[in-house]
Every structure is written in structure tokens, then in C-alpha cells.
């Protein structure tokens, strides 16, 4: 059973940045899929890297939003720049894959004030 736990929210304001971090214990699978949730909205896929390194972003955070790793820590990063009120969200990491994906973990609450 793999498990998610994200940390790193904040607020902040808009055109600032922000750094999560997940721990993806038992995850087997080399890659990491970001997900956000607004209220009222259904949860989203806004950055995806897949076993062979291949990272896709959704259009609303492509060039704005940066996936990475760091091996030594087992730990996924996204770092967040020029953040826009609408970033607002609670992010989670999970499988990359929508069909796969497990139990979610608390997610991370961003808060982007204009």
C-alpha cells in the first residue's frame, strides 16, 4: 500500500512561490502525478512525470510549475512561481495515472491572495 503525505502549503501572495514536498512511502512506481483541488471543483492533474522522466504539465500551470525529485531523500518536489489566485487549492501527489491512483493522502492547503 503506497502512501501519500504532502507538506509545504502556505499562503501567499500572488506572483510569489511556494515549494512542496511529498513522501511517497511504498511507491514503487518512478514517477509522481500533482493533483489540486478548489472548492467546488472537481481535483486535477496539474503536473504528471512518468517512469521514463517524461513530466507533463496542464496548460493553466506550464511554465509556472516545475516537478522534481530528489533521490537521496525519496522526496517529490513541485516548485511553484508566479502563483495566481485561481493556484489557490489543496495539492495532493499520487500516482501519475489517473487509473491508478491509491489512497489519497491530506494534501497541502495553497492560498494565493490578489
Known amino acids: 500500500q503506497v502512501r501519500f503525505v504532502e507538506s509545504g502549503g502556505g499562503l501567499v501572495q500572488a506572483g510569489g512561490s511556494l515549494r512542496l514536498s511529498c513522501i511517497a512511502s511504498g511507491n514503487t512506481f518512478n514517477g509522481i502525478g500533482w493533483y489540486r483541488q478548489a472548492p467546488g471543483k472537481q481535483r486535477e492533474l496539474v503536473a504528471a512525470?512518468?517512469?521514463?522522466?517524461?513530466?507533463n504539465y496542464s496548460d493553466s500551470v506550464k511554465g509556472r510549475f516545475t516537478s522534481s525529485r530528489d533521490n537521496a531523500k525519496n522526496l517529490w518536489y513541485l516548485q511553484m512561481n508566479s502563483l495566481k489566485p485561481e493556484d489557490t487549492a489543496v495539492y495532493y501527489c499520487?500516482?501519475?495515472?489517473?487509473?491508478?491512483?491509491?489512497?489519497w493522502g491530506q494534501g497541502t492547503q495553497v492560498t494565493v491572495s490578489s
Open positions: 499520487n500516482n501519475p495515472m489517473m487509473k491508478f491512483v491509491g489512497s
Open positions: 512525470t512518468y517512469s521514463g522522466g517524461t513530466t
